[in-house]
């Protein structure tokens, strides 16, 4: 399973920018895609997630000015951001977990899987 991100770039402060992910490869179930952000010297922060392509959470930094969705294949993940401010500038990483076949279901044998980042900056 491989997960390649686009989408980052350079946006004045207030400015909207688009994240897609593509996933690729063959999983037997997804049930949490989500988007994190990390800056250097700090965690690796979760900002927008959706629980088995439905239910969406926001970090309360970002509620209200970011949308996560997904399409009808779960193939791609977007992060629409709007309102952008210089404190969203960071690496954005996507990221989902499931499960590779059926027994892995049964088992519990979870997995998690990530992009390679795509720088986001915003100026003020």
């Known amino acids: 399973v491989q997960l390649q991100a686009s989408g980052g770039g350079l946006v004045q402060a207030g400015g909207s920018l688009r994240l897609s992910c593509e996933i690729s490869?063959?999983?037997?179930?997804?049930?949490?895609m989500a988007w994190y952000r990390q800056t250097p010297g700090q965690q690796r922060e979760n900002v927008a997630s959706i629980t088995s392509g439905v239910i969406p959470n926001y970090a309360r930094t970002v509620k209200d000015r970011f949308t996560i969705s997904t399409n009808s294949a779960k193939n791609m993940v977007y992060l629409q951001m709007n309102n952008l401010k210089p404190d969203d500038s960071a690496v954005y990483y996507c990221?989902?977990?499931?499960?590779?076949?059926?027994?892995?279901?049964?088992?519990?044998?979870?997995?998690?899987?990530w992009g390679q980042g795509t720088q986001v900056t915003v100026s003020s």
């Open positions: 490869g063959n999983l037997y179930s997804i049930n949490v």
């Open positions: 990221n989902i977990g499931g499960f590779s076949q059926k027994e892995d279901v049964l088992s519990g044998r979870h997995q998690t899987y």
